[in-house]
Nanobody, 127 residues
Framework: QLQVVESGGGLVQPGGSLVLSCVVS????????VGWARQVSGTDRKEVLC????????FYSDSVKGRFTISRDNDKSTVNLTITGLKPEDTGFYYC????????????????????WGQGTQVTVSS
């Protein structure tokens, strides 16, 4: 059964960098779109921030473009999110997600929800 497991969160100072990792097990990741979403404390919404499609296209929310980079290694079934220039407003619970049904862009725009989600990892940006 497909499992999504994130790691790499923690407390980071403003201006710092962080790499979040995600392992998507029990599937051939090359057939899947994968993405990262953030949930801010006190809200129910998981905002999809970036997506890597099964064709290796990358899509980014305007709010993170230039600072967030999604990368994938299909052979290792891993997906990374590299964040630079961290800001306090980047604080939140970060989730990795995967789905094989639709085009990558649909997940970013909200036209399609990701089917599989991890448990999330907390990122706190504070001095």
């Amino acid at each position: 059964q497909l499992q999504v497991v994130e790691s790499g969160g923690g407390l980071v100072q403003p201006g710092g960098s962080l790499v979040l990792s995600c392992v998507v097990s029990q599937v051939d990741l090359s057939f899947f779109a994968v993405g990262w979403a953030r949930q801010v404390s006190g809200t129910d919404r998981k905002e999809v921030l970036c997506v890597s499609s099964s064709f290796n296209e990358e899509f980014y929310s305007d709010s993170v473009k230039g600072r967030f980079t999604i990368s994938r290694d299909n052979d290792k079934s891993t997906v990374n999110l590299t964040i630079t220039g961290l800001k306090p407003e980047d604080t939140g619970f970060y989730y990795c997600a995967a789905d094989a049904r639709y085009s990558g862009r649909y997940y970013l725009t909200g036209r399609a929800p990701f089917q599989y989600w991890g448990q999330g990892t907390q990122v706190t940006v504070s001095s």
